[in-house]
C-alpha cells in the first residue's frame, strides 16, 4: 500500500505559476512510475506528466514547455512545476503512483488538490 499527500493547489493569476508536491509512504524507488493527472469539471481524468525510476518523463501536448516534473528521491516526493497557467488549466489535480509487480500493475491515488487559474 502506497498512501500519497498533495499539496501546494490554489488560486493563481492566469500566466501565474504552482508548484505541486506528491509525498509517498513508500520508498519512490519501490514505485514504477508516479504522475500526475487532472480532472475538470464534467470531464474525465486525463494524464498530466508522469516520471519513471529509470528518468524518462512524458507530458499531454497542452503542457509541454510549461509544466515540469520532477523527483527528489529522498523525501519520497514528486513535484509539479506549473506556470504560464492558463484558465484552462484549472482543475482538481492527483497525484499517482503506479506499482508493477510481476504481471501485475497496481495504482494509487492521493485525495487531490484543487487549482484555479483565473483569467
Known amino acids: 500500500q502506497v498512501q500519497l499527500v498533495e499539496s501546494g493547489g490554489g488560486l493563481v493569476q492566469a500566466g501565474g505559476s504552482l508548484r505541486l508536491s506528491c509525498a509517498a509512504s513508500?520508498?519512490?524507488?519501490?514505485?514504477?512510475?508516479m504522475g500526475w493527472y487532472r480532472q475538470a469539471p464534467g470531464k474525465q481524468r486525463e494524464l498530466v506528466a508522469t516520471?519513471?525510476?529509470?528518468?524518462?518523463?512524458n507530458y499531454a501536448d497542452s503542457v509541454k514547455a510549461r509544466f515540469t516534473i520532477s523527483r527528489d528521491n529522498a523525501k519520497n516526493t514528486v513535484y509539479l512545476q506549473m506556470n504560464s497557467l492558463k484558465p484552462e488549466d484549472t482543475a482538481v489535480y492527483y497525484c499517482?503512483?503506479?506499482?508493477?509487480?510481476?504481471?501485475?500493475?497496481?495504482?494509487?491515488w492521493g485525495q487531490g488538490t484543487q487549482v484555479t487559474v483565473s483569467s
Open positions: 499517482n503512483a503506479r506499482r508493477v509487480v510481476g504481471l501485475s500493475t497496481y495504482d494509487y
Open positions: 513508500a520508498s519512490i524507488f519501490s514505485i514504477s512510475a
Open positions: 516520471s519513471t525510476t529509470g528518468g524518462s518523463t
